[in-house]
């Protein structure tokens, strides 16, 4: 693992992870690796040991993870990016104590406009059965009790304050916002800025293309079998 990009969904990761990707730092493990990977119990099991009730913060963890535990799912990754990983800044943090920060954050209206139009949406309005269902159930009940109306801001100065707060023993920290670029970035990590355009992902699409391809060929094999 070389760097930690720490930032809430719908803040650039997916164009962060793209970016170290061209710089050399790669794989980066990012929410579409969940499914391709099989790693949903794994993410799971993480979320129900290290992660309090919503309602209940100062909780303690019921198992907190150590880097053995992270390492079952994460060592063959470089980097990583957005949810689920981003649930667990300072348990990851801990368990790579070596590994630079990069926040990646946005205006709380600007977020919670994109989280609405997106991850939000898609979880209300949610019908079937889908491989990522019970673990996008399980993060939003985790974030914001599942009432991101009421709870969203908290989710969201609470996770901007456990990142920050790991800054203040002198852990390099990079607050990078959707257009900074290259050069923040590049400067951050000590590289040479590529020529290139910098990467404008939308993490949200690719990963809505990927599970609808899972779900179909999950219906394909269920007609497959009826048909035998």
């Given at each position: ?20 990707a061209e710089l050399g730092i790669s794989p ?52 990583l990016s957005d949810y689920p990983a981003a ?8 368990a790579y104590p070596s590994c630079p920060i ?127």
């Amino acid at each position: 693992m070389k760097v930690l990009i720490l930032g809430l969904p719908r803040t650039g990761t997916q164009s962060l992870a793209d970016a170290l990707a061209e710089l050399g730092i790669s794989p980066v493990y990012h929410m579409r690796h969940v499914a391709t990977s099989s790693h949903q119990s794994l993410w799971l099991d993480a979320i129900r040991s290290n992660l309090p009730p919503f309602h209940s913060p100062t909780q303690p963890p019921s198992n907190p993870y150590t880097l053995a535990d992270w390492e079952k799912i994460l060592s063959e990754y470089e980097a990583l990016s957005d949810y689920p990983a981003a649930l667990f800044p300072q348990s990851l943090a801990s368990a790579y104590p070596s590994c630079p920060i990069i926040y990646s954050t946005r205006s709380f209206e600007s977020w919670t406009t994109s989280m609405r139009d997106t991850l939000i949406h898609s979880h209300k309005t949610r019908t079937g059965d889908s491989p990522m269902a019970e673990l996008a159930s399980a993060y939003h009940s985790a974030s914001w009790d599942d009432d991101f109306d009421k709870n969203g801001r908290e989710c969201f100065e609470r996770h901007d304050a456990a990142v920050r707060a790991l800054a203040k023993d002198g852990r390099r920290l990079l607050e990078f916002r959707p257009g900074d670029g290259w050069g923040p970035l590049c400067e951050f990590l000590g590289v040479d800025v590529p020529d290139v355009p910098f990467p404008r992902s939308d993490d949200w699409v690719e990963y809505k293309k990927h599970v609808q391809r899972e779900q179909a060929e999950r219906e394909k094999d269920g007609e497959g079998a009826g048909g035998n």
